[in-house]
């Protein structure tokens, strides 16, 4: 096995974190994760792989502390009486086993929870109305009220140490959280010693450090998590004024600094819009003001920038949550020399997407993520191979790539064939759309652990018909008698999706493109319309591309703004602001009804009123094709499958159900996980059960 390079030491140093010590310096901030208090043995497992993989500090995601910070719907952490702490046991037994130590940030919500299940009335420094379209208010505390949470608090903290956590977070990151709204004057308009000059609004801030210190500090490290700069200027807290006079006034309070900015978009912004270490002038100055050990985060996957980070003092502790779900075991592979099988972070946030649609998280680099204990899957074993059977994979696209990927590492003898020139297919393509560039790790990660295993052949610009493929099994010695097929799938042409469950009227009085064409680098002309009812990145990046290209661009949509779904993944807002700044012309809440020479009809969501836009091209983002028509031939042959002795024929990834790219890197793991193995039970997986 390689050994490390000597210039990776300084990152193996074992830190000291109050009266407990980091093995050492990587560390799994808090992040959520779609499992919380819901699936105790899911997250467990989660967590557990994560400190088996190196993490030096593996933390939980947000722990409400009480019934008065009740996050509806999010399947989160939650310490609201005793009867929470075994849930959260099972986390901490998991991470100590690897000897990592265990972390919990606790939160209350403030005025960002509604309380929906609780039904009790949200509380703020100051009466708000909740920051959600909810018709709710948050009532302003009283004296009693704030002796209430720091007793909480600390109750909370006390309830961590049973549970054996080693760090305990006071946490006032992002804009989130309960002393964060009392740091903040937009929301704390208190007129008495918590209110008014920075000094009062740190206040609870201090108390609440002092209170946990008290109450678990002879075991535990007392952490905070302070977001440094809210990015709003004057009107927030900024790294230049405020952020850093808090830091100054406890700076050596607590026992370590995990700093961040504001707000969760903003701190994990996708890669299409930052990439790594962008972070870094905001915290840069907080390692200047402390002696105490200093967490910060910028989706980190660069050994070198690592140790750069250490070396000129920006940081003690590597921090990452969306590098540690793409590579669990990022810290092993650097401390034994494996760099080149780092499977870096693309920065596209589906993990985020898990938090906000209350399901476990997935991670479109790791597909395993999210099934350590409903599957058993690790990331970095699997079962040997269950006999010498050979397997011919079609498609080397995400789906293809990590099929042949992972039963090469079973063992089995594996022939990739790819029709074009180049490996990637969708991921290859879409790579070269504005911002995407990262999202070509996905392509290069597999593609370079596929060329070191002598037992997988890879063909590009092969593309075989049904006879090919029947030739093929029949002649070949040593039985390739196993075909997946990952021929992935074609974007419509003919308007067809969520709006019209028929063709678009009139489609031939225009030139009609797809994504596939303009990726494909077919130029659009004249006037570009893009009708967009997929509803995620595609028609917003389309259309940032046309633009770009000097194109008069109009983007319209049935849904309620562009790119609906990237809510999910955060980038929402970011990408209507660019397309904004860019002057392509947005057109909302209307669908696209007909279309004629020059022109096409658009109809009104809601009223069904009646406007027209001029077009010259028109770009369809609606659905797309499975391209099965192999599958489908080979099956009306079956004699000739009988014949050629091919035991076994599948879909996987596009070609068998479109969907995003961590939907065809799961199809394709799952593919090779179960091949030749006992097949699933009725449901295919365990479930976490409420046991009555």
Not at 67 to 95: C, F, H, Q, Y
Not at 345 to 370: E, H, K, S, Y
Not at 412 to 432: K, N
Not at 658 to 673: D, E, K, N, Y
Request: aromatic share 8%; hydrophobic share 35%.
């Amino acid at each position: 096995m390689p050994k490390r390079d000597p210039y990776y030491d300084i990152l193996f140093e074992p830190v000291q974190i109050g009266p407990v010590t980091a093995r050492n310096r990587f560390y799994q901030v808090p992040h959520c994760n779609g499992m919380g208090y819901l699936r105790p043995k899911t997250l467990a497992a989660m967590r557990g792989i994560k400190a088996e993989g190196g993490w030096a500090v593996v933390c939980t995601e947000e722990v409400e502390i009480h019934a008065t910070s009740d996050n509806g719907l999010a399947a989160e952490g939650r310490l609201w009486d005793d009867a929470d702490i075994p849930a959260l046991t099972k986390m901490t037994e998991a991470v100590h086993e690897h000897g990592a130590l265990a972390g919990i940030e606790l939160v209350h919500g403030g005025y960002s929870n509604s309380n929906h299940y609780s039904r009790i009335p949200p509380i703020a420094p100051s009466m708000i109305s909740v920051n959600s379209y909810d018709p709710v208010q948050a009532r302003s505390m009283t004296k009693s009220d704030i002796r209430n949470f720091r007793k909480w608090h600390r109750q909370a903290a006390l309830r961590a140490k049973q549970a054996d956590f080693d760090l305990v977070y006071v946490y006032a990151g992002h804009s989130l959280t309960l002393l964060m709204h009392f740091l903040s004057p937009r929301f704390n308009q208190r007129t008495d010693e918590y209110g008014g000059s920075l000094e009062n609004r740190v206040r609870l801030f201090r108390e609440v450090i002092e209170d946990t210190k008290e109450a678990v500090g002879d075991k535990c490290a007392v952490a905070v998590r302070f977001a440094v700069d809210e990015l709003l200027g004057p009107k927030g807290i900024t790294s230049e004024n405020e952020g850093r006079e808090v830091v100054e006034m406890l700076a050596e309070l607590p026992d370590l600094w995990d700093v961040n900015i504001s707000e969760w978009e903003n701190d994990s912004a996708t890669s299409r819009f930052e990439k790594e270490g962008y972070q870094e002038p905001y915290i840069g100055f907080v390692k200047s003001l402390t002696s105490k050990p200093v967490v910060g985060v910028g989706r980190y996957t660069s050994p070198d920038t690592m140790v750069s980070l250490i070396q000129r003092g920006v940081m003690d502790m590597i921090g990452a949550a969306r590098p540690s779900i793409a590579d669990p075991f990022l810290p092993n592979k650097i401390e034994e020399g494996r760099l080149d099988e780092i499977r870096e972070c693309i920065g596209c946030n589906i993990c985020v997407a898990g938090d906000w649609l209350a399901v476990p998280m997935r991670c479109t680099q790791n597909p395993t993520m999210g099934e350590e204990w409903r599957r058993g899957w690790h990331p970095e074993r699997i079962e040997p191979r269950k006999s010498d059977e050979g397997v011919l994979v079609l498609g080397g696209g995400p789906a293809g790539l990590e099929c042949a990927l992972a039963l090469g590492n079973r063992g089995y003898r594996v022939i990739l064939a790819e029709s074009s020139d180049e490996l990637g297919g969708r991921v290859s393509r879409e790579s070269r759309l504005p911002g995407l560039t990262e999202w070509g790790r996905v392509r290069d990660y597999r593609v370079g652990l596929l060329e070191k295993l002598e037992n997988v052949s890879i063909y590009c610009g092969s593309e075989l018909n049904a006879e090919d493929i029947l030739e093929f099994s029949a002649e070949d010695k040593f039985g390739f008698s196993h075909v997946m097929l990952a021929t992935g799938a074609t974007w419509r042409r003919d308007g067809i999706a969520r709006e019209h469950r028929e063709p678009i009227p009139g489609l031939s009085n225009v030139s009609v493109l797809t994504p596939d064409d303009l990726m494909n680098g077919v130029s659009a002309k004249g006037k570009v319309l893009i009708f967009d009812d997929e509803h995620f990145y595609m028609g917003g990046v389309l259309a940032e591309k046309l633009k770009l290209a000097g194109h008069d661009v109009q983007l319209v949509t049935p849904a309620p703004d562009i790119s609906t779904w990237t809510h999910n993944t955060m980038e929402q807002g970011r990408i209507q602001k660019r397309l904004l700044e860019l002057d392509v012309r947005l057109t909302p809440q209307y669908n696209l009804v007909s279309v004629h020479s020059g022109t096409v009809e658009l109809a009104c969501m809601f009223t069904d009123r009646r406007v027209y836009s001029a077009c010259d091209t028109l770009v369809l983002v609606t659905e797309r094709i499975p391209n099965d028509d192999l599958h489908h031939t080979l099956l009306a042959n079956p004699d000739g499958i009988a014949q050629a002795g091919i035991k076994t024929l599948q879909c996987i990834g596009d070609c068998w159900a479109p969907g995003i790219i961590a939907a065809a890197v799961h199809s394709g793991h799952l593919a090779a996980r179960e091949f030749e193995e006992e097949p699933p039970g009725e449901v295919p997986f365990l479930r976490e059960r409420v046991m009555l």
